[in-house]
Structure formats: C-alpha cells, structure tokens
C-alpha cells in the first residue's frame, strides 16, 4: 500500500516511469490527454497529462482519444470531486462549462456504451478509470482520476490510464460535497483536452 504522503512526491519526481511500476502496466508511453484546467471563472489552473493504456482497454483508449480529438471534451466540468477518493469528468452530455450542470454525471456520448474491459492494473493514486453505472458494460465518455489508492475498485471499473504529470493541478482541483456525494458548485473544468500520440 502506498503511503498518501509520499504519492504527491513520487509521481512529480517519477513522471511516466510511476506508470512503469504499477502493477500490470506493459504499455508504452501514448497516446497521452493532455487537459488544461481552468476554475469555474476560467482562470489557469494548470495541465494534467494521461498516458492511456491502449493494450489494457483499448476500446476505452479509443474513444477517449475519438471524443478529445472531437472536441467533445472541451468546456466540460469535474463535476464530482471527493476529497481522498477522485475527480470525476467527462459527461460530454450534461456536463459543459457555462451551462446547467444539475445533470452533470447523468449523461454520456451520443455513441453507444462500452463493453467493460476489467484488467490487472490496480487503482492507485493517479490511476484513470471509466465511469459507469451499476451495469458494468455501461461507460461512455466519463472518466475519473484517483486521488488516492482505492484497490477497492480493482476488477469492478475498467482502467484506461494513469497520471504522468500535473499532480499538483489535480490535487488542486475544486472538491465537492461529501454529504452530496461530491457535487461540486461552480466546478473547475476542462478547457481544452488534447490528444498527443
């Protein structure tokens, strides 16, 4: 078990080598999100960089990468954040920036759910994995980040990825409610998401 402490350290001082040693992790580096972060009033927080593990999900990988390449990503919000757990995003659906957020978690794409694609790689900190509902081959276009290990969900979620750089902007990123199961009210967002290959 990683100690919470350390993991801020060592992902900053290990950059994509941190993926490297995770258990399961055979992909090279790439495709990579690249995702500018901006708080609810569209100021700079930064850049969070994704290495996706396109031979451990690659039907995941690919349409994170088709719906960033789209644009779809673009303006949408981390719409729940629980603190200690992880930042959740990606409803390209009911989640955009400057709209009505109420429903942001509820919707999707408008291409159909993925088939899920459970593997061995453990949910550690950084770790990204597909949202889904209690169907587990219903992930579309959420996706979230841990913020801490949470092995708990290994074999339950499908993961696609993890952080290889930007811990700091991550951490920083606006926490929700826990009573409210982590709703965020004016939510930071994604500005701009990128695909580098």
Do not use: C
């Amino acid at each position: 078990m990683w100690n919470k402490l350390l993991v801020p350290a060592l992902v900053l001082a290990a950059g994509a080598a941190w993926a490297e040693g995770l258990p399961g992790v055979t992909d090279g580096p790439g495709p990579n999100l690249v995702i500018e972060v901006a708080d609810a009033k569209g100021a700079a927080k930064g850049r969070i960089v994704l290495d996706l593990y396109k031979d451990k999900a690659p039907n995941h990988v690919e349409r994170l990468v088709t719906l960033a390449k789209s644009g779809a990503y673009d303006g949408v919000v981390f719409h729940r954040v629980i603190d200690g757990f992880m930042a959740q995003t990606g409803d390209v659906e009911f989640g955009k920036h400057g709209g009505d957020t109420a429903r942001a978690g509820m919707g999707g794409s408008n291409m159909p759910d993925l088939r899920a694609e459970f593997n061995d790689v453990s949910f550690q900190a950084g770790t990204v994995g597909m949202a889904r509902s209690q169907d587990p081959n219903s992930a579309n276009s959420q996706f979230f980040i841990d913020l801490a290990p949470a092995t708990f969900l290994d074999g339950q979620y499908t993961v696609v990825g993890q952080l290889v750089d930007g811990w700091d902007v991550l951490n920083a990123i606006k926490k929700g409610d826990p009573a409210a199961n982590g709703a965020v009210v004016e939510p930071d967002y994604m500005v701009k998401v990128t695909v580098e290959e």
